[in-house]
């Protein structure tokens, strides 16, 4: 079983960026899926979640300017990002739990390896 980030890289403040998570391994679509980061020196935090039927989750931090979304079908995950901020620095991480309640509690079953974003001011 395998989650791969993808998508990353350095941006502007300002600027748009899409996250990509591809699972392999079993299906996830009966599975809450997330994202959450992790800055420099500070703890990994939840970033959004969304569940098989598609409800989904915000941290303050991100709601208004990130949109998590699903395609069960093809057993992918991902996070549009814009407005991107200096703060939004880390390395973003997908995640499956079995419910988007435990995900948020960071109760995750399957992570991701992870991929950087950088905004620069």
């Known amino acids: 079983v395998q989650l791969q980030a993808s998508g990353g890289g350095l941006v502007q403040a300002g600027d748009s960026l899409r996250l990509s998570c591809a699972a392999s391994?079993?299906?996830?679509?009966?599975?809450?899926m997330g994202w959450f980061r992790q800055a420099p020196g500070k703890e990994r935090e939840f970033v959004a979640v969304?569940?098989?039927?598609?409800?989904?989750y915000y941290a303050d931090s991100v709601k208004g300017r990130f949109t998590i979304s699903r395609d069960n079908a093809k057993n992918t995950l991902s996070l549009q990002m814009n407005s991107l901020k200096p703060e939004d620095t880390a390395v973003y991480y997908c995640?499956?739990?079995?419910?988007?309640?435990?995900?948020?509690?960071?109760?995750?079953?399957?992570w991701g390896q992870g991929t950087l974003v950088t905004v620069s001011s």
């Open positions: 995640a499956a739990g079995r419910t988007i309640d435990k995900v948020v509690r960071g109760e995750v079953n399957y």
């Open positions: 391994g079993r299906t996830f679509s009966s599975y809450g």
């Open positions: 969304i569940s098989w039927s598609g409800t989904t």
